[in-house]
């Protein structure tokens, strides 16, 4: 029985990993889970699972109200630092699927304890790069983010460094739509992913293909490549996940049904690969792969996130802190949906300070371009 910690466990990558751990009860067992404020869906984990301890960010007394009494709750950074390093609970494998850098501290207290992780935390590794990846050499580090699986698992085995790596995207729901459609973009409409079923902030990331861009900064740290190295691809439908060429021609992609489940499973059970349950049914055919590039001047976007990977420095928690308050911002309908790139690429244009020499600094950066974007107030034209 491997013991597995899941943080982030009542949104959309947890429930996949929640999932995943369902089906295979004779080989995971889960000893502790933390979540950002669902306490009613994380005390019925807790109670389907038999988990006896649990970590909230907020509503701390309507969980310990859900729960037996002899279920550990915790709270805080302290409280995610305890179950990552296997000290509140005893995990062995900590899987950090949240959003957002809270976890940030945890997940280097369990790179820097030798802990198996299972990462889907892009911020994280976006901001703290620099400071989180150093820390990796003493742990299995396993990308769970099906793209960033998909070139782990393409590297597995390899000597050879990649001559290029290749993210892909499904192009979102607006593939087609012209720049001038794109303008009266509603928020209802670009919650509607085409392939994916995830939260509002990364579905409409995926919309603007600012998520595949922020993915490709989280590729050069997790693997150490240039900005030259590595490019997205728009794969409709999702199938191939991920590709790597090498410098003698060949090139190697990862694909398979568009599932978190799929990910997580080849980062909790590697290096085996254990058969599927039936009832998954996961059964993709293959009629074509079809290709083609991002269209960087109708998504923007995109091209912005891979200038700031290109500058580096303070750029990755700059583009982080404002396309989070651009997302919001469009969200709550005071900006257009094309305004979300503009606006991250008038606060990146904005800065003037020095890069970060600390996690600190980076944090406060991304902080200065969250409350930096939230400041152009504007309004549908």
Request: net charge negative; hydrophobic share 45%.
């Amino acid at each position: 029985m491997k013991r597995v910690a899941v943080i982030g466990a009542t949104g959309s990558v947890g429930s996949a990993v929640m999932d995943v751990c369902r089906s295979f009860r004779g080989e995971v067992e889960v000893v502790a889970m933390a979540a950002a404020g669902n306490a009613e869906k994380l005390a019925s984990l807790a109670r389907e699972f038999g988990t006896r301890v649990l970590c909230i960010a907020e509503n701390t007394a309507a969980l310990k109200r859900l729960v037996a009494p002899d279920v550990k709750i915790l709270s805080g950074g302290s409280g995610l630092r305890a179950i990552a390093i296997g000290e509140a609970g005893g995990a062995e494998h900590v899987v950090f699927a949240s959003s957002g850098t809270a976890a940030i501290g945890a997940l280097m207290d369990a790179l820097s304890s030798g802990i198996e992780v299972s990462l889907a935390n892009k911020e994280s590794v976006v901001v703290g790069g620099p400071w989180v990846m150093p820390l990796a050499h003493n742990a299995s580090l396993r990308p769970l983010d099906s793209e960033h699986n998909a070139v782990w698992q393409c590297l597995r085995g390899e000597s050879a460094p990649p001559k290029k790596v290749y993210l892909t995207a499904s192009g979102g729901p607006f593939r087609r739509m012209s720049a001038d459609e794109m303008r009266r973009v509603t928020p209802e409409m670009a919650l509607k992913h085409p392939v994916w079923s995830m939260g509002a902030k990364i579905t409409v990331d995926s919309a603007t293909l600012m998520n595949k861009g922020i993915e490709l900064i989280e590729a050069s740290f997790l693997f150490d490549l240039a900005p030259d190295q590595l490019d997205a691809l728009v794969s409709p439908g999702s199938f191939v996940h991920g590709m790597v060429e090498f410098e003698d021609g060949f090139v190697k992609m990862l694909a398979g049904s568009p599932d978190m489940r799929l990910p997580a499973v080849s980062c909790l059970f590697w290096p085996t690969r254990p058969p599927l349950p039936a009832e998954w049914n996961l059964t993709p055919t293959l009629m074509s792969v079809p290709l083609e590039p991002a269209d960087e001047e109708r998504f923007p976007a995109l091209r912005i996130a891979k200038e700031a990977m290109r500058r580096g420095g303070a750029y990755p928690p700059l583009l982080v802190g404002a396309d989070e308050a651009a997302v919001a911002r469009f969200l709550r309908g005071e900006i257009a949906f094309t305004e979300i790139a503009e606006t991250v690429e008038e606060t990146l244009a904005s800065y003037s300070g020095p890069a970060p020499s600390s996690l600190g600094d980076a944090l406060d950066i991304m902080a200065w371009a969250r409350a930096r974007a939230d400041g152009h107030r504007r309004s549908f034209s």
